[in-house]
């Protein structure tokens, strides 16, 4: 139970929403403790209540919903003897502040940014409007605004994401509060910005004292921000203790599962398959018999599906099951067979066999330019944006190209290219050595298929997942519809759906689910070519896991080909040949992942690379030595577009713009490399890779 002397305690907190028949109890008893200044990370998979446990403490909940706590208190206050009105007043905005998911639903869009900043302290502090402009004003540029004073009077929309998640942190701080809850601060964010924003969040948190919540379902995070981890599961906390403690020796299944589930080179070999959770979080409705996690767990016993597990205790940790010591020490997961080494096997010089065979690409892209025109204001001349500024490109059969960069570099517009989906104003595109422009597009779509990021979104709500999966063999007048049925169930199959899902519709089914029809849809032409666009970016880090593994095992048996679009690096680095950074429209890096990762040459690469948070607890969030956020499009720098945030830039990288380089190492687009180039004999713009 938390003891006394704490700063924030919350013991046995349940949540209740009644519904028509029964109720929902999607927080069951929660309890932890923190000290002042401590930092908690609250971990699980979407549904184990870790935001509704968040704003239970803030006193948000829904009006019907009943919140019951043995204890709730912040420094010695009684929460739960507080009435909505005295919350309003003297703890929300004031002592306790909230860092919402999403920067842009979270702020007003017809207010200015100002404005908004300046409420938060009218409302709860005797000032005045120039104090509270004073103050906007100095948080604005401590979060890393520029120009602040006269940012004030802009509009949400006219900021970045990254600066609308500083403005959100701001915010945040207007009143000095001494508990900040910030609910998936960085999920929508880019790497850097990431890195950028845990690093602002803990400097100020040491600078102010203050005391912290993290919610997310990011672990690299947890590992590199947290004093302490209480792991969420079905509404109760299943773990917690230190970070160091959690990582380094997980005791419930589920904790254990989770880490295993993590593409961590440290702990899995890239190209293997990873550790998965079967199934799905159970409903919350009415109550749980026995161990709600039963019916998941590799170690569950008869009695744990009809008695609650026991909370346990040792060396000042809890978990929750009925093995007394918690999960032993697991074994390594089980490596993916590869045919002949396959192309994850690299050769001595660290370039993967496709390449170094000299073998004709499956895909290639020959300096393709595609400009966009965009009208600023209504009497205003049209601007043009690079969004794919000469790039050559080449994929290779049976490989898996990974395209990196921030938001906005142009890494869709490319795969649109490549989809056949957007004409190009310059340079040549070929499938199989002929120019796509020559190809007409049903060959395309039963060559090249996509998968796409948000699987809901992509899917038709009025069409059944048979419908859904078995619609390209109707345009395409593949078979009878008997024929069509048995197909479809096939690849079904194949991507674990089982078969009664067949009469089923995308909101009866599950996200990891939703998922997997988007890859049977894909696949079930037979594609040569498969361009994964974020094809893991809204799943936990179970079903992510569930869907590399299912990306791999295609891959092997379907002999597929894939483009995969994503930020997450270590996804690219778990599945990944060969590796192309974008910046701006152009390929500023290129090589063999394992080179690109071990030994990355361009300054930007470098900084994505320092952006990624291993599961390294108490490590801290690494500087990226990058300044300010991704310049706008339409407005790129003169010379090297990179040059503004670029650490190692000189007076010749602000007016010329370098050329692409073959170096021992692949290729790269810096200046720092102009005098180390290969003698080849011809240098091209932009290499695919080492041939």
Do not use: W
């Amino acid at each position: 139970m938390p003891g006394d002397g704490k700063f924030l305690i919350v013991d046995n907190l349940r949540v209740e929403i009644p519904l028509a028949v029964d109720s929902i109890h999607p927080v069951r008893g929660v309890g932890f403790a923190l000290e002042k200044g401590e930092t908690l990370g609250i971990v699980g998979e979407s549904g184990c209540g870790k935001s509704l446990t968040s704003l239970a403490i803030m006193g948000l909940l829904p009006k019907r919903a009943i919140r019951t706590a043995d204890r709730l208190e912040l420094d010695g206050l009684d929460l739960l003897s507080l009435s909505d009105k005295q919350l309003a007043s003297q703890i929300r905005g004031n002592r306790i502040s909230m860092i919402f998911q999403e920067p842009m639903t979270a702020l007003n869009p017809v207010y200015t940014i100002g404005r908004q900043l300046t409420q938060v302290m009218l409302l709860h502090r005797d000032v005045s409007m120039a104090e509270a402009l004073d103050r906007a004003e100095y948080l604005l540029e401590r979060v890393g605004i520029t120009a602040a004073k006269s940012r004030l009077s802009q509009y949400p929309h006219q900021f970045s994401g990254g600066q609308r998640q500083r403005i959100m942190i701001a915010m945040a701080l207007m009143n000095e509060p001494e508990l900040i809850i910030a609910d998936e601060p960085t999920t929508a964010l880019d790497v850097t910005i990431q890195a950028q924003i845990l690093l602002l969040l803990s400097e100020l948190q040491r600078e102010l004292g203050m005391t912290m919540i993290l919610i997310t379902h990011d672990l690299g995070v947890v590992a590199r921000t947290t004093d302490k981890i209480a792991v969420m599961y079905a509404g109760e906390v299943v773990e917690s203790g230190t970070t160091e403690q959690v990582f380094g020796s997980p005791k419930h299944p589920y904790t254990h599962g989770l880490l295993e589930c993590i593409p961590d080179p440290s702990r899995v070999e890239p190209g293997t398959r990873l550790g998965a959770i079967p199934g799905i979080v159970p409903s919350l409705i009415g109550e749980t018999q026995g161990c709600a996690f039963a019916g998941r767990c590799d170690y569950a016993q008869d009695r744990c599906h009809s008695t609650e597990a026991p909370m346990r205790s040792q060396n000042g940790r809890q978990f929750r099951c009925v093995l007394e010591h918690g999960v032993e020490e697991a074994p390594p997961p089980a490596a993916l067979p590869v045919k002949d080494g396959g192309p994850f096997a690299a050769n001595d010089e660290g370039v993967s066999p496709a390449t170094a065979s000299g073998a004709a690409p499956l895909l290639a892209m020959d300096d393709v330019r595609c400009v966009f025109n965009v009208r600023r204001g209504i009497f205003r001349q049209q601007n043009k944006l690079r969004a794919v500024d000469g790039v050559s490109l080449d994929l290779f059969k049976g490989e898996v190209l990974a395209l990196v960069g921030e938001s906005g570099c142009g890494k869709t517009t490319l795969a649109r290219i490549l989809l056949g989906l957007q004409p190009i104003d310059d340079g040549v595109v070929r499938l199989d050595g002929e120019p796509m422009a020559d190809t007409g597009p049903r060959d395309i779509a039963r060559r090249i298929q996509p998968i796409f990021q948000d699987p809901y979104s992509s899917l038709n709500p009025r069409k059944t997942i048979g419908q859904t999966i078995g619609r390209p063999l109707e345009i395409h007048e593949v078979g009878d519809p008997k024929e069509r049925q048995a197909m479809v169930e096939e690849i079904m199959g194949l991507v674990g759906l089982p078969r009664r899902m067949y009469h089923s519709y995308p909101n009866q089914v599950s996200g990891g689910q939703r998922q997997r029809v988007a890859i049977a849809r894909a696949i079930i032409m037979k594609p040569e070519v498969v361009i994964c666009d974020e094809p893991t970016s809204a799943l936990d880090v179970s079903v992510q896991s569930q869907i590399l593994n299912l990306l791999l095992d295609l891959r092997e048996e379907l002999g597929l080909t894939y483009l995969l679009i994503t930020h997450d690096l270590s996804v690219v680095q778990h599945m990944a040949t060969r590796v192309a950074v974008m910046y701006l429209g152009k390929i500023v890096e290129m090589g063999d992942a394992q080179t690109v990762f071990n030994a990355p040459q361009h300054p930007y690469t470098k900084a994505l690379l320092k952006s990624v948070l291993s599961l390294t607890p108490g490590a801290g969030i690494p500087d990226t030595h990058i300044g300010g956020s991704f310049p706008n499009p339409l407005d790129v720098p003169p010379g090297c577009s990179f040059h503004p945030r670029c650490p190692e830039a000189t007076d010749r990288c602000k007016t010329e713009m370098p050329v692409g380089t073959d170096t021992a190492a692949g290729f790269v687009r810096c200046h720092l490399f102009d005098d180390t180039a290969m003698d080849l004999p011809a240098k091209r713009d932009v290499a695919a890779g080492i041939g």
